[in-house]
């Protein structure tokens, strides 16, 4: 068989200005937290519409702080979708608390007030919602029902940078948002997160959890002319992004509206070539906002057999990925009774995750729904 050279799902938007940055800090000597990530917190949460940053390793970290700071606790539900990246889920239980799955509109891939009020009991502690591949969830349903029910709303908001609802930045107007920095994510700095929130007294709790607990971060104690004494305030967590990641995340946050914009044209030129192809549905914008295509992914009816069109994609040099997980379906969960799912269980087996990247070219789109239209 002839090697082809494989069209590749996803490719980190990463140039030579990244590496100025991180050799910039490097130069600088200082390397661990410091002061490129106090300036990394301030631009993200304001590109996001959120009034304090805090950065963090990841946004599975990011997760864990959110329900460590809401005191979510052993004996507590916290009502998450199935059909997410796993540490969505595995957070709740890093509280010891109990993940309670909830399942998923089909047309958005995410939770809804009434998924939610299905599996939901008294012992309902918090929800987690996703902006599951960047397709924002209804932010103004959720905070209004989460109030009226007296439950936390922690918003994984890990794929939703440049995403929007309702005419502004998804995390605008959360109590608490999780971002991710992964490379498969829009924004990268290698590994990275953030905890967004609107309230300072929650920014400086965070500041502290994610550093041991103590009440000076240590940037501020070696940038103090005079010697300070740190107290540790309560067992906490080593959490912490670097000041050479910041250096990147700064640069790349430069680039994100021109990554939504390309990528916003890419997904409706897929939309267009897909139009005419039947058995096959692409994601779309909810009424509501706009996702930024994170994931550009495509719902399967009976017609076709999901492996088997990912493995006619790779045949054909398309490097496609199936869609996303489910967790109850996982081993990890298989303990963990979950009510019916039948959303989460029909897109995590029928759907599939078409490249998108900002070096996909019109003729790789028209090969792509090429080898689609073959199949029928
Ligand atoms: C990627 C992802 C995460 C985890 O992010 P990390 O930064 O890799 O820890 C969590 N939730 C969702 C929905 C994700 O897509």
Redesign the pocket.
Known sequence: MAVVAMIPVMIPQLGEEEAQAAADAVRSGWVAQGPRVARFEQEFAAAVGATHGVAV???????HLALVLLDVQPGDEVVVPSL??I??AN?VRYVGATPVFADVDLATGNVTVETIEAVRTPRTRAVIA????GVPFDTAALRKAADGWGVHLVE?A??AAGSTAYGQPAGAGATIA?????P??LLTTG???MVTVDDAAHAARLRRLREHGMNVSAADRHASSQPVLEAYLETAFNYRMTDIQAAVGLVQLGRLAGLVAQRRELAARYQELLADVEGLTPVRDPAYGQTNY?SFWVLLDERHERDEVLAELARQGVSARRGIMAAHLEPAYADVEAGPLPNTERITRESLILPLHHKLTADDQEHIVGVLKGLA
Do not use: N, Y
């Open positions: 390793s990841s946004c599975t970290t990011a997760l997410s990246f540490a969505t957070a996703v902006h599951q591949g994984d890990a794929c999780a971002w991710s920095f992964h498969r994510k590994e990275g997160g994170q």
